[in-house]
Nanobody, 126 residues
Framework: QVQLVESGGGLVQAGGSLRILCAASGPTFSTYVMGWFRQAPGKEREFVAAIRWSGSSTYYATSVEARFTISRDSAKNTVYLQMGSLKPEYTAVYYC???????????????????WGQGTLFTVST
């Protein structure tokens, strides 16, 4: 029932910043967990960040080095990922995901999310 569409990807110079968006349609509940993942060429899909739709809690992968911020706007049904101090190794396709089922914590495994967007390519150049 939930559909996700990512946007905001593109080409950014190293050291810059960028915000990507995930627009959600369909029913939204306060118990949802929203997540961002990324997948670089030849690599496994990697967890980036997660947030409860209520905004009560967030969790970040160690690899982002506290330079990313996940947030959401309930009125717009949109989840954001603000990325700063960008590095070339951040280049990847970024995916928005949702876990619509009850969860005690914030999942970091891709298989724990049941709905996925198409992805948006984000490239950091040197």
């Amino acid at each position: 029932q939930v559909q996700l569409v990512e946007s905001g990807g593109g080409l950014v110079q190293a050291g810059g910043s960028l915000r990507i968006l995930c627009a959600a349609s369909g029913p939204t509940f306060s118990t949802y967990v929203m997540g961002w993942f990324r997948q670089a060429p030849g690599k496994e899909r990697e967890f980036v960040a997660a947030i409860r739709w209520s905004g009560s809690s967030t969790y970040y992968a160690t690899s982002v080095e506290a330079r990313f911020t996940i947030s959401r706007d309930s009125a717009k049904n949109t989840v954001y990922l603000q990325m700063g101090s960008l590095k070339p190794e951040y280049t990847a396709v970024y995916y928005c995901a949702a876990n619509t089922r009850p969860s005690r914590g914030l999942p970091v495994v891709a298989g724990d999310y049941d709905t996925w967007g198409q992805g948006t390519l984000f490239t950091v150049s040197t």
